[in-house]
């Protein structure tokens, strides 16, 4: 799909690699949207708790969504290019011929449960923890990592000698550009490899992960340096890579997230809520990352959900419908009673339970397919709530929720979170933030503005729509209560336990 807006300017050309699809964006200097595209993409599900994408078909997506936003005119006008990533999914291949060795590793794929589990028994998640601010789990990069390398390269003599790279998507599509092999350091914070504080690859992680460093990419800054582009028709090669930044954490930046109390929430296949500030404690649920870096280096706190527009998309494949009417259906509908905790692969934050399991409880031979969609997106909106509520633990009382990302279309869902946490929802005019923020950082890299306008501008284009809620305090009180009692049962716990236990 694709839309044209024209205007006569210098442009930057805005590149959202996602895991369902990756959208083109271009942007002129007064913050515009001229143009954009999307090609989606797939995945693979060889196993159960397995999902595999391919990196050759991501990379020709990008080239895809870039062809189909920017014409030969557009193209004489593209001063830049700024990338965001979807996070913590890793690729291997091989560095003199670009083919990658393996199918691309999801941040969804759960295969290295049973390893983090023995670390964790062999002590090491205390430092783990202490290095990276994100707990043992199989979501980031580290155990994909070792289990790509124990598979196609058991003793590391290839990735040991640097002939082979491993890397998250930023890392594998800028290695098409040519240069140097950079990664960019948000994108690192989340492979469970970096020296939070040291913002570099630390030697005991590697250790304990068993990953040669000469297989790494290069550190480097959100706005690089970076290769010039190359085969990204019609943008001319050596067009230069002005940022890159992760997905999440571009959200963040279009949201202007470094003013105070700024927290925000992506709904996108899962979810990220996250706000700048420094490290929580560990019971906390909530990890540390780095959000971006252009002079110093500034740290978030994120509470990652797994599973949040994967569940609708899951359940209209089920039902063989199209996942706008589920969001239709429950829009009119109740849930009949029906609640869906959509723990396919385990409970991200703040539980952190990979041996959570999925749960649809509640229903009868008279539930309706509307009442389960409805179940489905209230999971979205409590998990969220989860999350938030960890946040509020951290940082005190919020504000407000400042929200984003393709669902945010659903009034019905943008309603029923600001009903179930009890905050007013700001909702983002532009659905795909990702591409925005990073235009906005390239923006700022290329001089186009300051920190100053581009918070002014956040300011004066506002949101789009501010949702308040409406609950009562006891009705509120009753739902997050239904909603606990089976998030405990798919953790296999009593029904009460949650009152007594804290997240993390």
């Known amino acids: ?113 049973a390893r983090a589990t023995e670390l964790e028994l062999a002590g090491h998640g205390a430092e783990v923890l202490a290095r990276t601010g994100l707990p043992l789990d199989p979501m980031f990069s580290a155990l994909k990592a070792s289990w790509l390398l124990d598979q196609h390269d058991p003793g590391r003599v290839r990735s040991g000698a640097g002939e082979w790279c491993i890397g998250t998507i930023d890392a594998w599509l800028l290695s098409h550009f040519g240069g140097d092999l950079v990664t960019e350091i948000g994108n690192a914070s989340r492979t469970q490899l970096l020296d939070l504080d040291a913002a570099t690859w630390d030697e005991s992680l590697l250790e304990i992960f068993n990953v040669p460093g000469a297989c790494l990419p290069q550190v480097v800054s959100s706005v690089g340096p970076f290769p010039s582009v190359r085969d990204l028709e019609p943008v001319p090669d050596d067009t230069s890579v002005l940022a890159v930044m992760a997905d999440s954490h571009a959200a963040l930046f279009a949201h202007a997230g470094w003013r105070p109390g700024v927290v925000k929430a992506t709904y996108g296949s899962g979810s990220s809520v996250m706000a700048l500030g ?57 849930n009949g009673g029906v609640t869906l905790v959509p723990a396919f692969g385990g409970l991200g934050a703040p539980w952190w339970d990979r041996d959570a399991r999925a749960v649809l409880s509640g229903f009868s031979l008279g539930t309706r397919r509307a009442q389960v969609a409805r179940a489905a997106v209230e999971s979205i909106a409590f998990q969220v709530d989860d999350a938030v509520s960890a946040f509020s633990d951290v940082l005190g009382p919020l504000a407000q929720l400042a929200c984003d990302g393709g669902m945010t279309r659903s009034a019905a869902l943008m309603q029923l979170q600001a009903d179930v946490s009890g905050l007013p929802v700001q909702v983002s005019s532009t659905a795909n933030l990702s591409a925005l923020g990073v235009a906005r950082m390239a923006g700022l890299r290329a001089g186009w503005w300051t920190w100053s306008d581009l918070e002014d501008e956040h300011g004066a284009r506002g949101p789009e729509r501010m949702v308040q809620p409406l609950l009562d305090e006891a009705t509120r009180a009753s739902l997050r209560s239904v909603w606990a009692a089976e998030v405990a049962r798919s953790r296999g716990l009593p029904s009460r336990a949650h009152e007594d236990e804290e997240p993390g």
């Open 1 to 113: 799909m694709s839309s044209v807006v024209v205007v006569a300017e210098d442009l930057i050309l805005a590149i959202d690699q996602g895991t369902s699809s990756t959208k083109s964006m271009l942007v002129d200097s007064k913050g515009v949207v001229v143009a954009e595209a999307a090609v989606s993409i797939g995945q693979a599900h060889p196993e159960p708790g397995w999902v595999e994408q391919d990196a050759e078909e991501i990379w020709s997506s990008v080239q895809g969504s870039v062809r189909d936003c920017v014409n030969e005119a557009y193209a004489a006008r593209v001063v830049g290019v700024a990338l965001s990533v979807q996070r913590e999914t890793l690729v291997l291949w091989d560095r003199r011929t670009g083919r990658p060795v393996a199918p691309a590793l999801s941040w969804q794929d759960q295969r290295t449960s």
């Open 278 to 334: 420094p490290r929580a404690s560990a019971s906390s649920g909530v990890c540390a990352t780095v959000a971006w870096q252009v002079d110093e280096v500034a740290h978030a706190l994120e509470a990652n959900i797994r599973s949040t527009g994967r569940t609708l998309t899951w359940l209209a494949d089920l039902l063989g419908v199209d996942v706008d009417v589920l969001f239709d259906e429950a829009a009119e509908s109740d």
